[in-house]
């Protein structure tokens, strides 16, 4: 099973998430760090993903090849990450055929209505228990 991880400026939200996958899952699952930038790459490459890819390009081209894609809400919106998340990339994000599993986080002016705000780490563990969860499914 291929997971990519999109996350763009420093990284940080995506470090998260990698470090929750290698507690739960270690080697099982093949991770992949995709950064909008290589600040952001770099930083999830620090907590063990098994791949990194930087830039548009980069990205465009994995999203197709995972088949699961972890990020915020923002990385199906064009122009979010202070403009780091290109249109193109919003695009083939959202037309992947990866199932998608994102967080409520969003620095854009964008509310979803019927969400209730968590800390980062609890909205973290319940995407790793619907990932566990999925991944049984399919087994």
């Not at 992949?32 to 548009?56: D, H, P, S």
């Not at 994000?93 to 509310?111: D, T």
């Amino acid at each position: 099973m291929k997971i990519g991880i999109v996350d763009g400026q420093g990284g940080g939200i995506g470090s998260a998430v990698i470090r929750r996958l290698k507690e739960e899952f270690g080697e099982k699952v093949e991770i992949w760090a995709l950064g909008t930038n290589a600040i952001a790459t770099a930083a999830m490459m620090k907590t063990r993903a098994n791949r990194g890819a930087t830039g548009e390009n980069a990205i465009i081209q994995s999203v197709a090849k995972v088949d699961i894609i972890l990020g915020t809400i923002s990385i199906v919106m064009a122009h979010a990450m202070m403009g780091e998340l290109t249109p193109p990339m919003a695009a083939a994000i959202a037309a992947s055929p990866a199932r998608k599993l994102l967080l409520p986080l969003s620095q854009e002016n964008v509310e979803i209505i019927g969400v209730y705000k968590e800390p980062l780490p609890h909205l973290i563990d319940l995407m790793i228990k619907k990932l566990e969860k999925e991944l049984i499914e399919d087994v």
